[in-house]
């Protein structure tokens, strides 16, 4: 069974910087791309990141790029979010997500729960 | 980088009806388009991709069709647990991913 768990979410004040973790099983974790899809509260889905199987191409939205790095650990079927200088519109549940594809252009077929990022003062 | 447009925004269905969704893509994408349903407090659930390819297990009540720029998903004989909000993503390798506003189907 394909299970995604993500963890590191909290409250943090604007400027900060917060990690989040994502940890998968349940299928082969360095053939397929990862993705980090937010959503916030009472609105739609919105696309972070995503990183190729082997790290080899990182795509970033325009809202974050500069500001997020995605990176990914084969050997522990992890792939992580560094946030940094947050602000107040970065508040979201933060949704891991594999791809069905080596590369981050592919769909999404398994979700996390989601980790809740707070930013407020 | 290319935008996704959804409509309706909200679209009031009885059980029965056969609702359309459309998604339309600021340029074309080919057929790098995927359909997804959320329902409240869960995350999404991947129902389409490339356009018209059913994912495993999702009912053929559901389906995909279009590509370039417009897009449509029809969902024939509305169930009562196919009231959710779905979502339209494009996933082409020369823009970063995006997804629809969403469309909210609601009781009429």
């Known amino acids: 069974e394909v299970q995604v768990v993500e963890s590191g979410g909290g409250l943090v004040q604007p400027g900060t910087s917060l990690r989040l973790s994502c940890t998968a099983s349940?299928?082969?974790?360095?053939?397929?791309?990862m993705h980090w899809v937010r959503q916030a509260p009472g609105k739609g889905l919105e696309w972070v990141s995503g990183i190729s199987w082997n790290s080899g191409v990182k795509g970033y939205a325009d809202s974050v790029r500069g500001r997020f790095t995605i990176s990914r650990d084969n050997a522990k079927n992890s792939v992580y979010l560094q946030m940094y200088s947050l602000r107040v519109e970065d508040t979201a549940l933060y949704y891991c997500?594999?791809?069905?594809?080596?590369?981050?252009?592919?769909?999404?077929?398994?979700w996390g729960r989601g980790t809740l990022v707070t930013v407020s003062s | 980088d290319i935008q996704m447009t959804q409509s309706p925004s909200i679209l009031p269905a009885s059980v029965g009806d056969r609702v359309t969704i459309t998604c339309r893509a600021s340029?074309?994408?080919?057929?790098?388009l995927a359909w997804y349903q959320q329902k409240p407090g869960k995350a999404p659930n991947l129902l389409i991709h490339e356009a018209s390819t059913l994912e495993g297990g999702v009912p053929s009540r559901f389906s995909g069709s279009g590509s370039g720029t417009e897009f449509t998903l029809t969902i024939n004989s509305l169930q009562p647990d196919d009231f959710a909000t779905y979502y339209c993503?494009?996933?082409?390798?020369?823009?970063?991913?995006?997804f629809g506003g969403g469309t909210k189907v609601e009781i009429k």
């Open positions: 340029q074309s994408i080919s057929r790098w």
């Open positions: 349940g299928f082969i974790f360095d053939d397929h791309a």
């Open positions: 997500a594999k791809g069905k594809g080596n590369y981050y252009d592919s769909s999404v077929d398994y």
């Open positions: 993503q494009h996933y082409s390798s020369y823009s970063p991913v995006t």
